[in-house]
T-cell receptor
Framework: QKEVEQNSGPLSVPEGAIASLNCTYS??????FFWYRQYSGKSPELIMF????GDKEDGRFTAQLNKASQYVSLLIRDSQPSDSATYLC???????????FGSGTRLQVQP | DGGITQSPKYLFRKEGQNVTLSCEQNLNHDAMYWYRQDPGQGLRLIYYSQIVNDFQKGDIAEGYSVSREKKESFPLTVTSAQKNPTAFYLCASNEANSNQPQHFGDGTRLSIL
């Protein structure tokens, strides 16, 4: 089993819809969870982080964490074409000193 | 402005040549990291350093070397032993605590001539 699993996509949603991106992880010791957005040819940019079970909202973004199910998701409300990018999930706070990144989900928002 | 500076943005390597990628940060972070990203793939850890004069191998260290002589700097050398060096190289840093997010430089794109 991979340490971090994400559906590679592409996930295609119409403009204005809710995009739901999912991530499962194998290390039960993970304490923190980070979502990065990466535009094509650019470096990853941190957009959300969550440490506790439940939901965390920041503008149009909501991160949801369920540690019992080892599952973290990112919801993007009112999706815009500018949200089209690859979204990387990275659990932290494990025994490893470095973050382990999922391979990312490519999101396409259709105008 | 605080941040991470990688240079050069583009780099070309000849057969049998070593090349060095620069990474400098002014965020006062203790930890620094090097990742490799191939087209359409995720990030793979090459080396990381939690403190000056100390570093550890990541998942794909073969063919690479690093040094950490100063807190601000973590250069990566791609040696001639790395037979497939063409990739996007990303440097990151954070406080030396894996509960903290990593922040990335803009990356260096390395190609073979």
């Amino acid at each position: 089993q991979k340490e971090v699993e994400q559906n590679s996509g592409p996930l295609s949603v119409p403009e204005g819809a809710i995009a739901s991106l999912n991530c499962t992880y194998s290390d039960r010791g993970s304490q923190s969870f980070f979502w990065y957005r990466q535009y094509s040819g650019k470096s990853p940019e941190l957009i959300m982080f969550i440490y506790s079970n439940g939901d965390k909202e920041d503008g149009r973004f909501t991160a949801q964490l369920n540690k019992a199910s080892q599952y973290v998701s990112l919801l993007i409300r009112d999706s815009q074409p500018s949200d089209s990018a690859t979204y990387l999930c990275a659990p932290g706070g494990t025994g490893r000193r470095a973050l382990t990144f999922g391979s990312g989900t490519r999101l396409q928002v259709q105008p | 402005d605080g941040g991470i500076t990688q240079s050069p943005k583009y780099l070309f390597r000849k057969e049998g040549q070593n090349v060095t990628l620069s990474c400098e940060q002014n965020l006062n972070h203790d930890a620094m990291y090097w990742y490799r990203q191939d087209p359409g793939q995720g990030l793979r850890l090459i080396y990381y350093s939690q403190i000056v004069n100390d570093f550890q191998k990541g998942d794909i260290a073969e063919g690479y070397s690093v040094s950490r002589e100063k807190k601000e700097s973590f250069p990566l050398t791609v040696t001639s032993a790395q037979k497939n060096p063409t990739a996007f190289y990303l440097c990151a840093s954070n406080e030396a605590n894996s509960n903290q997010p990593q922040h990335f430089g803009d990356g260096t794109r390395l190609s073979i001539l």
